[in-house]
């Protein structure tokens, strides 16, 4: 049996949708725009259309069950379906796409909203949970490896992050004043004092644009490090961050969990 071309081109259609979600979504692991895959859809649906109306014949196969469908009279009861099912789908779409929404805006934005339970990054998936700085045990076991250690993230906090979180990380970079929401102040209680190290992967790993949606609705500048950043990097400048100020990491099993 042969696949009729209407259904052909549909699937040639899916497949380069779905391939585009995949290479995207699942391996380069990038969110696509959806104005974005919508002109690529529109390149690819116009590059199909010709391919399979490339000859008279072609042209004709595509549109055969079309053409049934609008003229054949054993076909009445096919045809009412789909000229009323249409216009309701359309008709619903619009309606979907105009009104307005009564979800209540977020007002307050949540400064640290709950990380999510996994974290991709370098190829892996990281448990937020269970991760610790590998760097952390060297604090008892071999201090002089750990002076070394938090060293090497002071270079890498200098080298990436005090044009925005300061030099003396007190959120009062450069940078800083042009900045909406503002730099976290790593000497302020209020912020790496109440969490853990696994909390401040995530966040440096994946930034503002990693934030969900309790975060919103400022748009944190804070960069994507994992984009910058190896892995061992972002464990050693949190290292520094602790040291640096003085502070201890929270740790699990905490007065407030
Ligand atoms: C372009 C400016 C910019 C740079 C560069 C930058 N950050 Fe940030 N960072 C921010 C802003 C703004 C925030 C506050 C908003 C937010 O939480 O995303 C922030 C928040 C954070 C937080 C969250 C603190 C908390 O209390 O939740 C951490 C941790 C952090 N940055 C670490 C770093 C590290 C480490 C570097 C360098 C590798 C760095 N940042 C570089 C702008 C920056």
């Known amino acids: 049996m042969r696949i009729p071309k209407l259904l052909q081109a549909v699937l040639v259609l899916a497949v380069v949708y779905?391939?585009?979600?995949?290479?995207?979504?699942?391996i380069l692991e990038q969110?696509?725009?959806?104005?974005?895959?919508?002109?690529?859809?529109?390149f690819v649906v116009a590059g199909v259309f010709m391919v399979f109306t490339f000859t008279d014949a072609g042209a004709r196969q595509l549109a055969a069950p079309i053409k049934a469908l609008?003229?054949?009279?054993?076909?009445?009861?096919?045809?009412?379906?789909?000229?009323?099912?249409?216009?309701?789908?359309?008709?619903?779409?619009?309606?979907?796409?105009m009104s307005p929404s009564f979800e209540a805006p977020v007002e307050l934005r949540s400064i640290h909203p709950a990380p999510p339970t996994?974290?991709?990054?370098?190829?892996?998936?990281f448990d937020i949970i269970k991760m610790e700085n590998p760097f952390r045990h060297l604090e008892k076991d071999k201090p002089d490896e750990f002076r070394k250690r938090v060293s090497e993230g002071a270079a890498v906090y200098i080298q990436?992050?005090?044009?925005?979180h300061g030099d003396k990380l007190d959120g009062k970079g450069p940078?800083?004043?042009?900045?909406?929401?503002?730099?976290?102040?790593?000497?302020?209680?209020?912020?790496?004092?109440?969490?853990q190290e696994s909390y401040l992967?995530?966040?440096?790993?994946?930034?503002?644009?990693?934030?969900?949606?309790?975060a919103a609705p400022w748009i944190s500048s804070m960069p994507v490090w994992k984009d910058f950043l190896s892995e061992e990097e972002i464990w050693k400048v949190i290292l520094f961050l602790y040291d640096?100020?003085?502070q201890r990491p929270r740790s699990f099993g905490g007065d407030h969990g």
């Open 175 to 195: 940078y800083a004043q042009a900045l909406n929401p503002v730099p976290a102040n790593f000497q302020d209680v209020g912020t790496i004092a109440q969490l």
């Open 70 to 97: 609008v003229e054949d009279p054993s076909r009445r009861l096919a045809r009412n379906i789909v000229f009323v099912i249409l216009p309701l789908a359309a008709g619903w779409y619009a309606y979907e796409k």
């Open 160 to 164: 990436n992050c005090h044009f925005c």
């Open 31 to 42: 969110v696509i725009p959806s104005s974005l895959l919508a002109m690529y859809m529109f």
């Open 118 to 125: 996994t974290l991709k990054a370098y190829g892996k998936s």
């Open 244 to 246: 640096y100020t003085g």
């Open 18 to 26: 779905f391939g585009f979600i995949v290479v995207f979504d699942v």
């Open 201 to 214: 992967f995530w966040r440096i790993a994946s930034g503002g644009p990693g934030l969900p949606k309790e």
